[in-house]
């Protein structure tokens, strides 16, 4: 039996494509972008995997605390 997945291909790609931006020192925190510069890797898969949430993709819910 294939296991399902817990991220969609198209949240995956979100995650990937803001990786990208991180690594070329593109990418900002904070609404449209007016926020500092990502510093880490987490912050980097945190911002994508909410832009992929925003789009209504396939991603498990944030964590409760």
């Known amino acids: 039996m294939a296991k399902r997945r817990k ?3 198209g949240a ?3 995650v990937e494509n803001e990786m990208d931006r991180y690594k070329r020192g593109k ?3 904070g ?3 007016k926020g500092g510069k990502v510093k880490s890797r987490k912050q ?3 911002i994508g995997l909410s832009k992929a949430r925003k789009k209504g993709k396939k991603v498990p819910r944030k964590k409760k605390l």
Do not use: E, V
Request: no cysteine; net charge positive.
């Open 7 to 9: 991220y969609s291909k």
């Open 12 to 14: 995956s790609k979100d």
């Open 27 to 29: 990418a900002k925190s």
């Open 31 to 33: 609404p449209g972008g």
């Open 44 to 46: 980097a898969i945190a």
